[in-house]
């Protein structure tokens, strides 16, 4: 039986920062009470992720998984659509290094803020695929498709 897995995508965008040595994907919560209980949700063992960005002509498919699943948990797997491909193609520029997956929460009263929660997890690499790239029952395809 495979093991369980749950399309999280509780959150309201993600940001995309970094330097020379790493790049950072930050899922972004409302609150920082919201971005902590998601995160023990996901990263209960601090899971190695595998992150996949699908970019269609107008907007773009971000997914992660985590690359060990447990048969005797729930796994998380990070879904979300957006409707811009403007910070993937900021992503895309600065990408460089290892990457991590931290959750984040923004500030509503603080315009283009956010603070990142110190806890994080690695991803193993990072693909740029376009949509056809995805075959047909494929654990991206799945993802996407919500048929966990």
């Known amino acids: ?73 729930i796994n998380y797997v990070l879904y979300r659509s957006f409707s811009s ?6 992503f895309k520029e600065t990408l460089g290094g290892r990457t991590f997956i931290k959750f984040g929460w923004h500030d509503l009263t603080k315009p283009e803020k956010f603070d990142v929660m110190p806890a994080y997890a690695t991803v193993d690499g990072v693909e740029f695929v376009a949509p056809n790239d995805i075959k047909p029952g494929s654990l991206v395809d799945r993802i996407r498709k919500n048929e966990l």
């Open 85 to 90: 491909l403007g910070s993937l193609r900021r």
């Open 1 to 73: 039986m495979p093991a369980p897995m749950v399309r999280f995508s509780e959150f309201l965008g993600i940001g995309y920062f970094g330097d020379e040595r790493q790049s950072v994907i930050a899922p972004i919560f409302d609150s920082r009470h919201n971005a902590e209980k998601g995160w023990s949700r996901v990263a209960d063992s601090r899971p190695a992720f595998h992150a996949v960005f699908v970019q269609h002509e107008q907007k773009y498919e971000f997914i992660a998984y985590p690359l060990e699943m447990d048969e005797g948990r």
